[in-house]
């Protein structure tokens, strides 16, 4: 996701974001039921779905996980977290996926919180 920004980012800047990220990661692993990973899993599974497809599966059920799960903080920081801990978790529960979930997940990111991370990282860097 980085690699989309013209400015050069500062690692200081980078490691401080992914530890609050992590923190936030943690926090929101454990009410991600089993359920919505593993139809996840079945989606990156099935050869018949576009990647697009994967992508807007994947967003749906990033939005209703940031609807369940309450939280006081930005619903694009919870979004963008949430993206990641569903990542985590499908690629814990099928390591084979790892290239093609890798690759729809960071797209997602890029498509859906480029803006929030420029912010993110302007924000942090001064």
């Given amino acids: 996701v980085l690699a989309v920004f013209d400015q050069e ?10 530890a ?6 943690d ?7 089993a359920r919505v990973v593993n139809d996840l899993v079945q989606h990156f599974l099935n050869e018949n779905l576009s990647r ?7 967003s749906e059920a990033v ?13 694009e920081k919870a979004m963008l977290v949430l993206a990641m801990v569903l990542t985590k978790k499908i690629v814990n529960k099928m390591p084979s996926l790892l ?8 797209n997602y990111i890029s ?9 993110l990282v302007s924000a942090v860097g001064e």
Wanted: charged share 30%; glycine share 4%.
């Fill in 9 to 18: 980012v500062n690692e200081e800047v980078v490691r401080i974001i992914a």
């Fill in 52 to 58: 697009e497809e994967i992508t807007r599966r994947m």
């Fill in 99 to 106: 290239q093609h979930v890798f690759s729809t997940s960071l």
């Fill in 63 to 75: 939005e209703g996980l940031a609807r369940a799960i309450p939280s006081d903080m930005e619903q």
């Fill in 20 to 25: 609050q990220l992590a923190e936030i990661g």
């Fill in 111 to 119: 498509q859906q919180f480029h803006n929030y991370i420029a912010r």
């Fill in 27 to 33: 926090q929101f692993d454990k009410e991600i039921k």
